[in-house]
């Protein structure tokens, strides 16, 4: 019998929520707990790291995880490379299910940065309007370089910027061009920083910097080993064998 763990924390692992539970397919969601009120899934979900490795295998062993999905986001590389590491341990197959990184389009300025350093590196000289778009974890080095005013939209409140360095909106995607427009032009925002994240929900600042004529410093993401990697939910659930059990609940 299949037990599925769902590493999650992302749109797309929502819906894979959504797919495996309408499928009848026994499953747990697991978040990291970042968030405060995270999303409620219709699956028995857990909160909370494993424990790195270890802490991993025990859990897959303990729960009688038979296949394990990762839908984390294409920058929690740390997760994901335990997720290998104890499944090709315990000789469990794992899935990755990713959303392709985002490609420029005509009108966009965009310049990649391999990472985080290297963005607030390619940042200007002189003081500039940033948009800060890569979560709350690691912005405190690019506040710390003093020179930039910065636009923060977070999740969570709680993390205070000086309004003379910056300012925090808090809102949760997926967001919208006409929103996302509104607030460059709110905040005289000059240039925007962003990871690669690929996905529509999180599409909009790109647009509206494409709109607006903006440079754009887009992060990569990290590299992780090759894992076998679909792109839908449609296919993950191909993947888990359930399709027949999910089309018979759909009367296809
Ligand atoms: P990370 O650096 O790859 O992971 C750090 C540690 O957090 C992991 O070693 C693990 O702790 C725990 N963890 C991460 N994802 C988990 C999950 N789904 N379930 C249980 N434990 C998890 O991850 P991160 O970049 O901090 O991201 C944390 C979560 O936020 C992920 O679920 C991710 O999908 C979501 N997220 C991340 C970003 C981003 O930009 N990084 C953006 C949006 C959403 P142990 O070692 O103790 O097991």
Request: glycine share 10%; charged share 15%.
């Amino acid at each position: 019998m299949q037990r599925v763990l769902l590493l999650g924390g992302t749109t797309e692992a929502s819906d894979m929520a959504q797919a495996l539970a309408r499928a009848g397919v026994p499953a747990v969601f697991s978040y990291a707990g970042r968030t405060e009120a995270p999303l409620e899934q219709p699956l028995p979900t857990r909160v909370g790291g494993f424990g790195g490795v270890p802490g991993l295998c025990s859990y897959l062993v303990a729960e009688r995880i038979t296949h394990v999905i990762d839908a984390t986001h294409p920058f929690a590389a740390q997760m994901s490379q335990h997720a290998l590491q104890a499944c090709g341990e315990l000789g469990l197959p794992l899935l990755a299910l990713e959303r392709p990184p985002w490609q420029a389009q005509s009108g966009d300025r965009w310049q990649h940065v391999p990472d985080l350093a290297a963005a607030l590196a390619a940042l200007p000289s002189h003081p500039a309007r940033v948009f800060l778009a890569i979560g709350r974890q690691h912005v405190q080095a690019f506040l710390d370089a003093d020179l930039h005013w910065y636009l923060l939209r977070l999740v969570d409140p709680g993390f205070d910027v000086p309004t003379t360095r910056g300012a925090v909106v808090i809102d949760r995607g997926p967001f919208t061009l006409e929103n996302d427009l509104a607030l460059l032009r709110q905040h005289r925002i000059s240039h925007v920083v962003a990871k690669n994240a690929g996905g529509v929900g999180a599409a909009a600042k790109l647009a509206a910097a494409r709109e607006l004529g903006y440079p754009v410093i887009l992060v990569n993401r990290p590299a992780l080993p090759h894992r076998h990697t679909v792109g839908t939910v449609q296919q993950a659930m191909q993947w888990l064998g359930a399709t027949a059990v999910h089309e018979a609940e759909r009367g296809v």
